[in-house]
């Protein structure tokens, strides 16, 4: 048996003392901008207020002497931001969307007038990001939800960005869950965050067949965003592309999805046919993947907790084409003459070898090879035996997470992923001992515990502690071992 066991204590301390202009960390995003009058002279002393639209939580700054303004840990989301001053009407806009790691730029232009006045402005967050020079694309949640992904990864939606392109790892059996290539580089080159943690399946022989520890569904990424180039100093040591999601977080609404993926042999097409055995027969398919998400309030406001599970069962037959001895091979009755190396003795074309002369184990491996179920060619004696080899799938996984918004100043949250694999793959001369090629059983179990806190010190400066704990245990071995 080979099994890999690994377990990673990863703790990062980020004293984060930073100017108004520094950039965002982890998946957290910005929102900053500036505050003029009608004339374009900046306002100082300004209130500007800004409000998640589905937890109700609301954050504060004032505009400094330059009249900037900057919000340093902005969950992903959808908010509104209100500009109070006195001497002047109210400046509202609503629906600014933050997405993961972005510095969302909201300028406002005050005018005069009571504060009691109010006026609303649409359009008025930047929709380009001119605050960092990153090349790289968000996939929004709406996206991750409704284009279709073959197996359920939403790794596979970073193809949806330039530069990037499938690697030969994703069609290996079994794929390789996050395997791309971007800008020509290998796919261990790249890095996926989740939370704003390292989440690197760290394995050179990676049993777990993904590049990734946790593995969520769609349904519970809130949104990522694929860095090809420039990337931020941040992010150190990658030479492919970074992989920044967030995972969904409940809000003041309890809200949930339920969902089956159905995949059968009724279903599917005959696709292309080999000479095969009379009569054909369809491979078999079998596949179910099927799940649920929950989220919603345990204080509103204050506290938010969210959860997810997907199963998949998988029973599938795929057609192969062996090369096994024949009734007469497998009595020692050859097409050309051999000579026995031991003794020198040559038996000629169609002369039977006394099974005595046998070693023991290659004619208890002979006795028990199948027969062959193709009739073998006059010029070939190749691709005589034709077999519906199945493959078996069965994995579970889940995340649960819950935030906590404990005052102004301070938030945290706690998550825990798992994901448990067991597959199958039956070897081609299934059942006899004689084995076959094939993985045989593998096993994978992968888990990632998070815990994070934010504290929000003074208006251009905050401290991020966040600790994680990841453990990969995975291992194959052969069917018949032992026996």
């Known amino acids: 048996m080979t099994a ?16 108004a202009r520094a950039y965002g960390q982890f998946e957290s995003a910005e929102v900053l901008g ?46 509104s931001l209100t500009v109070e001053k006195t001497g002047f009407a109210k400046f509202a806009t609503t629906n600014v969307r933050v997405d993961v790691n972005a510095r969302q730029r909201v300028d406002a232009a005050l005018q005069v007038g009571a504060v009691s006045q109010s006026i609303e402005v649409t359009g008025a967050a930047a929709t380009l990001d001119t605050d960092s020079s990153e090349h790289g694309e968000v996939v929004n949640t709406q996206q991750i939800l409704e284009l279709p992904l073959n197996g359920r990864n939403f790794s596979d939606l970073t193809l949806l960005t330039t ?32 939370d704003g943690i390292d989440n690197n399946a760290y394995s050179t022989s990676n049993q777990g067949y993904s590049n990734q520890v946790a593995q969520p569904s769609p349904d519970a990424i809130a949104e990522f965003k694929v860095i090809t180039s420039n990337y ?16 969904r977080s409940g809000t003041n609404q309890l809200h949930g999805t339920a969902y089956e993926f159905l995949r059968n042999t009724d279903l599917n097409a005959a696709g292309f046919v080999f000479p095969a055995a009379t009569p054909y027969v ?12 929950v989220g919603g309030p345990i204080k509103k406001n204050k506290l938010f907790f969210f959860g997810d599970y997907e199963g998949y069962r998988s029973l599938q037959r795929t057609a192969d084409f062996d090369t096994v001895p024949d009734s007469n091979d497998q009595q020692g009755i050859l097409p050309e003459p051999v000579a026995d190396p031991a003794t020198g003795k040559v038996y000629q074309a169609g002369t039977p070898i006394p099974v005595s002369t046998l070693n023991p184990f290659a004619a208890k491996v002979l006795s028990q090879l199948p027969t062959i179920t193709l009739p073998s060619p006059t010029t070939s004696r190749s691709n005589d035996l034709e077999v519906l080899v199945l493959t078996r799938d069965f994995s579970n996984k889940f995340d649960t997470k819950v935030d906590y918004q404990i005052n102004n100043k301070m938030t945290g949250f706690i998550r825990y992923s798992q994901r448990i694999d067991a597959q199958y793959y039956e070897p081609d001369l299934s059942p006899s001992l004689a084995g076959g090629s094939g993985n045989g ?34 291992g194959k071995w052969p069917v018949f071992l032992g026996t």
């Not at 204590?9 to 980020?14: A, V």
């Open 4 to 19: 890999l066991r690994k377990t990673t204590l990863f703790l990062t301390i980020c004293f984060f003392f930073l100017s």
């Open 163 to 194: 530069n990037v392109h499938r690697s030969i790892y994703a069609y290996a059996v079994p794929p390789r869950e996050g395997a791309f290539n971007v800008n020509g580089m290998r796919s261990t080159y790249n890095s996926f965050l989740l």
């Open 232 to 247: 931020s100093a941040e992010y150190g040591r990658v030479g492919g592309a970074v992989v920044n999601a967030a995972m």
């Open 34 to 79: 500036t505050v003029r009058d009608a004339s374009g002279a900046i306002i100082a002393g300004a209130t500007v207020t800004l409000t998640n639209l589905d937890t109700g939580i609301q954050s504060r700054a004032t505009t400094d002497a330059s009249g900037d303004y900057d919000f340093f840990n902005v969950k992903v989301g959808r908010y």
């Open 441 to 474: 059983n593998v096993k994978a179990q992968d888990e990632n515990a998070v815990l994070a806190y934010t504290f929000t010190v003074t208006p251009s400066s905050l401290l991020d502690v966040r600790l994680s704990y990841s453990h990969i245990l995975g």
């Open 282 to 293: 369809k491979p078999p398919l079998q596949r179910n993947q099927f799940g649920f998400t």
